[in-house]
């Protein structure tokens, strides 16, 4: 019954129809809601930018008030439910303070998720974390240096350090590069790369390359390879998804995805593959969303017989510095 339940949650999420979702207003809120979000949302956001700009003017200059500042605070409640797990629940935040004007141009982040805590790629890919990644002891805090680059023009290079929130701390160090090409139009070929050292994990590897066009005007097509290498797990993994990227309207989008996980170069194996369909919905204003994400999984650990499972997630951004209008 359970399969048949999330099979038939799958067909609804993939048949979700533009016009039955969209209203005339930016907002699926009641007004009694919005009233009792936004004065704590407007004090919350106003904290995080009115903060960032202050200490980028105290390191920086006085442009610290004209340039574009990408801080931000975003918290996150995850809801999912597997055959092979249950229910399970996990809470995020990730805060990005920027500073710009700076002489060194630094960012300083706190994330609760760090993409070196996100498990294998099949784990990634199932939106899953395992029981001992979980929790305060996977929160990072520390200092990135902003590129200086346009990626579309040359390689943007960013390096960063900090430590785990626990004790005793857990000091990382952090590369990053990304470059964006533009190739016969209208494709377009994206690459991101990361290379990471943890005292307590060791040195980690990660390169996304990621290759697409528009079909339409409300259709991506996708094709992205991962590779990933992680001491811990002294191996290397590799991905392909293809991925179709659907416009539903104003404040909704929808994708469909396929995607094949493998391991190791010597004797290379499937060790995954799955089907999901990711529904993201913008509940009021740009600061509130809604995602809903129905999976379908066929792991070697259990002979590719399929798993199914289901992820709601709740997410709000608090920030300032956005183009649109709050009560």
């Known amino acids: 019954m359970k399969k048949i339940c999330l099979?038939?949650?799958?067909?609804?999420?993939?048949?979700?129809?533009?016009?039955?979702?969209?209203?005339?207003?930016?907002s699926d809120l009641s007004d009694w809601t919005v009233e009792k979000l936004a004065p704590m949302h407007n004090a919350l956001s106003g904290w995080v930018t009115d903060s960032s700009r202050s200490i980028d003017g105290f390191f920086g200059s006085e442009e610290s008030l004209q340039v574009g500042n990408d801080s931000y605070l975003r918290l996150r409640q995850d809801v999912g439910w597997t055959e092979e797990d249950g229910f399970e629940a996990k809470t995020g935040?990730?805060?990005r303070l920027d500073l710009p004007t700076s002489k060194k141009r630094l960012r300083f982040i706190i994330e609760s998720d760090p993409e070196e805590s996100e498990g294998t790629l099949a784990e990634q890919g199932s939106h899953r974390l395992s029981d001992d990644?979980?929790?305060?002891?996977?929160?990072?805090?520390?200092?990135?240096?902003?590129?200086?680059?346009?990626?579309?023009?040359a390689w943007n290079l960013q390096a960063g350090a900090g430590v785990k929130v626990r004790w005793p701390p857990d000091p990382?160090?952090?590369?990053?590069?990304?470059?964006?090409?533009?190739?016969?139009s209208p494709w377009q070929l994206e690459s991101y790369n990361r290379a990471s050292w943890f005292n307590e994990e060791g040195y980690s590897i990660r390169s996304k390359w990621d290759l697409g066009r528009p079909l339409d005007h409300n259709h991506h097509l996708r094709f992205i390879t991962n590779f990933q290498w992680q001491e811990e797990v002294d191996t290397l993994e590799y991905s392909e998804s293809v991925e179709i990227n659907q416009l539903l309207g104003k404040r909704s989008v929808m994708r469909y995805a396929a995607t094949v996980v493998g391991r190791s170069a010597s004797d290379p194996r499937l060790h995954d593959y799955y089907?999901?369909?990711?529904?993201?919905?913008?509940?009021h204003r740009e600061i509130l969303f809604v995602d809903l994400i129905p999976e379908l999984h066929f792991p070697r650990e259990h002979d590719y017989d399929?798993?199914?499972?289901?992820t709601l997630r709740l997410e709000?951004?608090?920030?300032?510095?956005?183009?649109?209008?709050?009560?």
């Open 7 to 26: 099979m038939a949650l799958l067909a609804m999420a993939s048949a979700v129809n533009a016009e039955e979702i969209e209203s005339i207003d930016d």
């Open 275 to 283: 089907l999901y369909s990711h529904y993201r919905r913008n509940l």
């Open 172 to 184: 990382y160090v952090r590369f990053t590069g990304e470059r964006l090409w533009d190739l016969a």
């Open 93 to 95: 935040a990730r805060f």
């Open 316 to 327: 709000m951004l608090f920030t300032r510095d956005l183009s649109f209008r709050r009560r």
């Open 306 to 310: 399929p798993q199914f499972g289901v």
């Open 133 to 153: 990644r979980r929790g305060l002891g996977s929160t990072i805090m520390g200092f990135s240096k902003l590129g200086k680059n346009d990626k579309s023009e």
